[in-house]
């Protein structure tokens, strides 16, 4: 496969992917129909009546996403469907299809998102409410977001503390493409700051690998969590430059 047949399938991908939907967790492609694209589908035109996603059912067009019933809220105390505290429940296909037909729906974010934006408030009733779980459940994801964030910053620490160390030994470093991913922040060129106290904190960039001190770059803690990977991500702004382009 040669360097244009790349270009052009990842054009392809770029046309067809529906736009608007959380792409870290739901990736949905349609044909365009337009008369350049390569897709053999969208070559033959627009058919007379859209692709279902089966005999009788909603279009292809349509992404069947969990969206809360404002119908049944959280705390509902009418609700006949729960037989204890109901933490409320999300649309049933038919309703979610009509509103998607009639362009009602905004923007879904997914649980696991909201619970990252409200994890440093602690409030699990504010939370168990805008995601619909119960509050032990909320309090369970945010015992494993802290634990995420306590790993991560001794990690951070322990790798300070071997740079100090190698420093220390008067050990000496190639000056090669590796030296400069683990052992130089890339912002000041240096191994630790001047004004460094005991410890000094790195993060590491998820896209380019390459390590940074986090004072040279103001990150805080938490960075963007991702409790599904048991990781924190944080991208260098060079690389979140060229993946917005």
């Excluded at 350049?36 to 627009?46: A, F, Q, S, V």
């Excluded at 805008?130 to 964030?149: G, K, Y």
């Amino acid at each position: 496969m040669n360097v244009q047949r790349i270009e052009d399938v990842w054009n392809l991908r770029a046309r067809h992917l529906v736009p608007g939907l959380p792409d870290k967790y739901v990736f949905h492609l349609t044909c365009c129909y337009q008369d350049e694209c390569i897709h053999p589908l969208c070559k033959d035109g627009r058919p007379a009546v859209e692709p279902t996603w089966y005999p009788g059912g909603p279009p292809l067009s349509f992404t069947p996403l969990p969206v809360p019933d404002p119908k049944r809220p959280y705390g509902n105390l009418a609700c006949k469907e729960c037989s204890g505290f109901c933490s409320g429940h999300y649309m049933v296909p038919e309703e979610l299809f009509a509103r998607h037909a009639d362009k009602t729906i905004e923007a879904v974010q997914p649980p696991t998102e909201v619970l990252k934006e409200l994890f440093n408030r602690r409030d699990t009733e504010i939370a168990a409410a805008d995601v619909l779980l119960p509050q032990n459940e909320v309090s369970m994801w945010f015992q494993h977001l802290q634990t995420v964030q306590d790993n991560r910053k001794r990690g951070a620490s322990k790798a300070a503390k071997t740079r100090r160390e190698r420093r220390l030994n008067k050990k000496t470093e190639n000056q090669n493409t590796e030296a400069s991913y683990f052992t130089v922040c890339q912002i000041c060129k240096s191994e630790d700051p001047d004004n460094a106290q005991e410890q000094v904190l790195w993060i590491q960039c998820d896209t380019c690998d390459m390590w940074y001190h986090q004072v040279c770059v103001r990150a805080s803690w938490p960075p963007l969590l991702c409790p599904a990977e048991d990781d924190i991500f944080w991208h260098c702004l060079s690389c979140v430059a060229v993946n917005t382009m």
